[in-house]
């Protein structure tokens, strides 16, 4: 597990190849069964379509203008029904309240995250992780996005459209596999987080630690690639979720940055969500 941020460049390894789908849709661990959205199990994570929770968020669509306390500029417009306060320097930001010591959660506006476009012969001459395309700013937005993974879905929405102006989220949810996050983009970046362990049915998946094939082109699995089972049915659980919310990003803005991120389980999710943009007939740059 942990955070995966990595750059890279595919090209198909073989050309004309029969294109695999990527994984099966067909699976039974790709969507919920319809016995199971009523249960308990998914009383917190029903919707995986941003609309459900911005009518509640957002009240039909209306926002309210508020003015920032000590800014001079122009009233920042939010969604009505929002979490967000304002801190005493006027930044936005939402406290979730935690049994813990710290008694509130705060996710705030963070520093801008910074494009990078890697290129290992410049890079190279630099030192520490910066030579390999590390980046302090991206790391505190990607790592946040991990703990944001675990809260509810008008959370998650909430802090994507009113903290951090993402111009659109989705949550995502398979209560078969008990598999959650979220993927959200603006007009520079797009982000794909993995919630991490945190019920029995996650520990039935980190423990399902059997090798197959997975759904992957003919040419790596003729060279002996194997994945973990577990992981890989939790991620075809919401692939499809996935590809469909990245592939109408990349319509509306076409030089998206793709993330992708998550804590521990998560950790191991973005991993494979990784390989199947990259190791396909047609990757896409991560």
Sequence with gaps: GGLLKVH???QPYVKDVPKSPVPDRSSPYRSRASSDVNSPDASKRRSRRPDVAAHKLQQNGSFEYRKSPGVSSSDIAIS???RVQFSATGRREIQIPTSGVEKFITYGELPPFEIIDYD?????K?????KFGFNLNNALWLVTCATLAYKDEEIIYDVCRNVWDMESAVFLSNV???TQGFCMHDDRICVICFRGTESLRDWMTNLNC???????PDRYIQEGMKVHQGFYEAISGVWDQVEDFVEEAYKTH???KLYICGHSLGGALANLCHSLFT?????RPV
């Design 120 to 124: 290992p012969a410049v890079f190279k």
């Design 80 to 82: 009505k029904g929002t």
């Design 176 to 178: 078969v596999t008990d």
């Design 254 to 256: 076409p030089d998206l």
């Design 126 to 130: 630099r030192s520490g992780g910066e």
């Design 8 to 10: 890279t460049t595919f």
């Design 279 to 283: 190791l396909s007939d047609n990757p």
């Design 210 to 216: 059997i090798l197959i094939s997975g759904n992957y």
